[in-house]
């Protein structure tokens, strides 16, 4: 059943058409007019397009929480959930039928936003098979997050505030809009504890041509999102039952 | 005839101490229609939940085909058939494509899927429209549909919760034919409505629910007989009831005219068509009424407004 709820979502994600302008029209438009902008800044372009796109990219995956509340939200409020419930759909299918689509999507979008930097803007994508480690751990983080943000909001303009807070707040925190050693030592400090500031280290470390892949990096970055991602896969499990009783 | 649902002193309490369903119990028999009536709130909502495994009740039991139904998912799933009261389906998927999710989660796969999906688009009338998205039917066809995903599993109990809310009469009147024909099929329902007259076509038996508790259950004619009397409707010019007429229950103004109950109709019809008579007003209507569900319905639940 967890196959027949993940291609209705898969589904439902891709007939609405504000997906394709969320997910990539408006991620390559920033990445357009930043590359634009600090290409002209900066002396050397590679290093600029090295920065914008990853940090783009990790920006925008965060923004899938919004997504993922609203659908669990539309499931519940509609009566859906509790439809289901009287099925022989197992509770955990549920979840994971939900949550699994959000994982696709994101492995979309960030092979679109690398792919387009590639073709584009000639990105180095360096060790390919770390880049794809680091979108999947990053992809696991950011949907672990929103789907215990998913089990706990009790509507969507709520989870949207909290959302702009992590994507945002974590976006210049973790160096993603400026180069992190610009940044104060301070933010420095507490950037390290961002999950954006761990993407776009180890993406960078993947795919900076010259420098090497930093391996240590790479690993270190996968397994702390992956055990961000986990912890929100977690705190999702255990708020279920939360979740579904508010629908009934 | 076996009782495929025998429910028994089921309580429900919500989180806010509000009483929702009080020790009711009652026994549905095989391939009948069973009416659960009641105002705003009553708790027939809870209790259809509670039947269909969405909601666990506080105490009692309930019995599905002779096994308990507590906890028993399988039980449920393969054998009730909910219809929420609310349109449910994903209104950008077509309705097919509703139907096939819905026909995988009550376990459905394969050629036997496509069969059932092809057979209850045929039951409610749909399928020229099965590849639509939902959102561009019409709210009868939606309804329709509703019911349909219901019933993809071939359960044995369809649970309906006002299947007819604000709906044209022709998709009413299918869903009713519908009904008739799952009768006729050997399947059990149980029909939850506010229309009276909906009960009185369809439904064998009924409870009606007021405050959580059951005020009057039984068959229909039944209940009509215990606590409706039949009476005389008069319309006539000018004239007021006299207040010797005999063997008068009840006495209430209806539309233009009155409305006079009594336990003997024809002493009744007699003592009023002599007093017209007499007294030579101009009469426009003169007749028996049968007992209706709805004046027993007001008679048990009163007039007052339940605004839930």
Redesign the interface.
């Known amino acids: 059943m967890i196959i027949s709820i993940f291609a209705k979502e898969v589904r439902l994600i891709f007939k609405d058409k504000s997906t394709y302008f969320w997910l990539f029209a408006l991620p390559i438009l920033f990445i357009v007019i930043f590359a634009a902008i600090f290409s002209n800044l900066s002396d050397n372009q590679g290093e600029a397009i090295a920065q914008i796109i990853p940090g783009y990219t990790v920006m925008f995956v965060f923004f899938i929480m919004i997504s993922m509340v609203q659908s669990f939200l539309r499931d519940r409020e509609s009566g859906m959930l509790a439809r289901l419930r009287s099925t022989l759909m197992p509770p955990y299918h549920f979840l994971l039928g939900m949550w699994l689509p959000h994982v696709l999507v994101l492995i979309i979008q960030s092979t679109v936003l690398l792919g387009f930097g590639y073709l584009v803007y000639g990105l180095q994508l360096g060790n390919v098979l770390a880049v794809i480690a680091l979108v999947l751990a990053l992809a696991i983080c950011a949907t672990g997050l929103g789907l215990a943000l998913s089990m706990i909001a009790s509507s969507l303009n709520a989870a949207i505030g909290v959302v702009q807070l992590i994507a945002m707040g974590g976006a210049i925190l973790g160096g993603l809009w400026f180069p992190f050693e610009m940044l104060p030592d301070a933010v420095q400090a507490i950037g390290r504890f961002t999950p954006q500031y761990w993407g776009l280290q180890g993406l960078q470390s993947a795919m900076i041509n010259g420098s090497g892949l930093n391996v240590a990096t790479v690993w270190q970055a996968v397994f702390l999102l992956l055990g961000i991602g986990v912890v929100g896969l977690a705190g999702a499990i255990a708020l279920f039952k939360r979740y579904s009783s508010k629908g009934l | 005839m076996n009782a495929v649902l025998k429910v028994d002193q089921i309580v429900k309490t919500y989180g806010t101490g509000r009483l929702a369903v009080d020790r009711i119990g009652f026994q549905v028999k095989e391939g009948i229609c069973f009416g659960l009536l009641g105002p705003n709130g009553a708790g027939k909502s809870t209790l259809m ?1 509670i039947i ?4 666990q009740a506080d105490q009692g039991s309930i019995t599905l085909l002779d096994q308990p139904l507590a906890t028993n ?2 039980l ?3 054998h ?1 058939g ?1 219809v ?3 349109v ?1 389906l ?1 209104e ?2 077509t309705g097919r ?1 509703n139907l ?3 026909g ?4 459905l796969n394969g050629s036997q899927l496509k069969e059932r999906i092809s057979e209850v688009l045929e039951k409610v009338g749909l399928t020229d429209r099965a590849n639509e998205p939902v959102m561009s039917y019409s709210g009868g066809m939606k309804r329709r549909i509703n019911i349909a995903a219901a019933l993809l599993h071939k359960p044995k109990l369809v649970v309906l919760d006002e299947p007819t809310v604000g709906i044209d009469p022709q998709s009413r009147n299918h869903i009713f034919e519908m009904i008739r024909q799952m009768k006729r099929e050997g399947t059990t329902i149980i029909y939850s409505t506010h229309y009276m007259e909906e009960a009185e076509a369809l439904c064998d038996e009924l409870a009606i629910i007021d405050h959580g508790k059951i005020v009057a259950e039984g068959p229909l004619y039944e209940v009509l007989e215990q606590h409706a009397l039949p009476a005389v409707y008069v319309e006539a010019d000018g004239w007021n009831p006299p207040s010797e007429l005999a063997a008068v229950s009840r006495i209430q103004a209806q539309n233009k005219g009155w409305l006079i109950e009594g336990e003997n109709a024809l002493q009744l019809l007699h003592d009023v068509s002599n007093d017209l008579l007499q007294s030579g007003h101009r009469v426009r209507a003169l007749q028996l009424q049968q007992p209706s569900l709805d004046s027993v319905f007001m008679k048990l639940t009163g007039a007052a407004l339940r605004d839930e």
């Open positions: 939940k269909s495994g969405i909601i998912r399988e449920i799933g393969k009730v909910y929420p009261q609310d449910t994903y950008q998927l494509q096939h999710f819905f995988k989660m009550y376990g």
